[in-house]
């Protein structure tokens, strides 16, 4: 009998798979090992695939759509309510099919090798800013101890640190002195290892011509408009602004019932990085307009009206919306542009 719908739970050495027909009865259980997997669905009709959006799912989406097969891959959160049993991967696997068969359901794009190729540079520029923020605090840290207070920020250790470890009149020893200059050689380390990857994706961004359209909206630079190209891929896959913006976690909650509307904040779901690239780069834009001498405008008006942290998040939601525009229509942005009238 046809196989017609296909759920994959992924790992890394043993794979589930749940196959059903047209009907929605059940004609596949099985247990694939890793080197295995390619062989069997290459000898498979063509049929649509369903796998959760997790670790290596775009390497094996790509793989199958090769071979002709529909692949979907759906967030987590959306397969878990199928679970019917125990958690194990068999019924994890059979959740996944009867998910991917839902007309409403949600599904991830499937991310290029070049989109996947970016995102690595901004995961790793991330985990060395973070290291080196932690770094940074613990040679303040320790240096608190002995009653020596530094300002926060890299540039006033870069600054007074060397001072310190040379001041022979302060009480610290000959060990400690070393230990500081170690842990200062480090951050510098870290400082550098961080450069060296902004300039590369500062070099993917110079190359790439969607990312220096949305790096013209003001509020995005390269790195935000490198991470969202590589992250939003299609933009066609949200139907409308609003879609993108809510899959970035900068609409409103909801807690509405019996008619009454209940907003409350912002929902958080989605990509932190993104989200968190977009609001750096309102609240930089804010700083901009507090100081300009001319007081007018959309956003003049919203700071008049709300605090600094709506108005950051308010203006992300709008870049993140702008976005949308630019990406699906293949325009350019132009500030003092307007949607033309409907007509009747």
């Given at each position: 009998m046809k196989i017609t719908t296909v759920g994959i739970d992924l790992a890394k050495n043993v794979f589930a798979v749940h196959g059903v027909n047209e009907h929605g009865r059940t004609v596949l259980k099985n247990v694939l090992k890793r080197n295995h997997v390619a062989e069997f669905f290459a000898n498979l009709p063509a049929c649509v695939i369903g796998m959760e959006a997790c670790a290596s799912?775009?390497?094996?989406?790509?793989?199958?759509?090769?071979m002709g097969h529909?692949?979907?891959?759906?967030?987590?959160?959306?397969?878990?309510?199928?679970?019917?049993?125990?958690?194990?991967?068999?019924?994890?696997?059979?959740?996944?099919?009867?998910?991917?068969?839902?007309?409403?359901?949600?599904?991830?794009?499937?991310?290029?090798?070049?989109?996947?190729?970016?995102?690595?540079?901004?995961?790793?520029?991330?985990?060395?800013?973070?290291?080196?923020?932690?770094?940074?605090?613990?040679?303040?840290?320790?240096?608190?101890?002995?009653?020596?207070?530094?300002?926060?920020?890299?540039?006033?250790?870069?600054?007074?640190?060397?001072?310190?470890?040379?001041?022979?009149?302060?009480?610290?020893?000959?060990?400690?002195?070393?230990?500081i200059q170690r842990l200062m050689d480090q951050l510098k380390e870290l400082d550098r290892q961080v450069k060296e990857l902004e300039a590369q994706i500062q070099a993917w961004h110079r190359s790439d011509e969607t990312s220096r359209r949305l790096a013209r909206v003001p509020g995005i630079g390269p790195l935000t408009a490198s991470a969202l190209v590589a992250s939003v891929g299609d933009a066609k896959s949200f139907s409308r602004p609003r879609q993108l913006a809510a899959w970035l976690g900068l609409v409103p909650r909801q807690n509405s019932s019996g008619g009454k509307n209940v907003l409350l904040s912002i929902s958080k779901r989605g990509d932190v990085y993104l989200r968190t690239l977009l609001i750096h780069g309102a609240r930089s834009l804010l700083q901009v307009a507090k100081r300009k001498e001319c007081k007018s405008g959309w956003l003049h008006g919203l700071l008049q009206r709300r605090n600094a942290n709506v108005a950051a998040v308010a203006l992300a939601n709008k870049n993140a919306r702008i976005v949308w525009a630019l990406l699906v229509h293949g325009r350019e942005f132009h500030a003092d542009y307007h949607a033309p009238a409907a007509t009747a």
């Open positions: 799912a775009h390497f094996w989406a790509r793989k199958l759509q090769a529909t692949v979907r891959l759906i967030a987590p959160q959306f397969v878990k309510p199928y679970v019917k049993t125990n958690k194990n991967d068999a019924a994890d696997a059979e959740a996944i099919c009867e998910a991917v068969a839902r007309p409403n359901m949600r599904f991830v794009p499937v991310k290029s090798i070049e989109q996947q190729s970016v995102l690595s540079l901004h995961r790793v520029r991330q985990g060395f800013v973070r290291a080196r923020t932690a770094q940074a605090n613990q040679i303040r840290g320790l240096l608190a101890e002995f009653g020596i207070v530094v300002p926060r920020g890299i540039g006033h250790l870069e600054r007074q640190v060397p001072e310190l470890i040379e001041d022979a009149v302060n009480e610290l020893t000959g060990s400690f002195r070393l230990l």
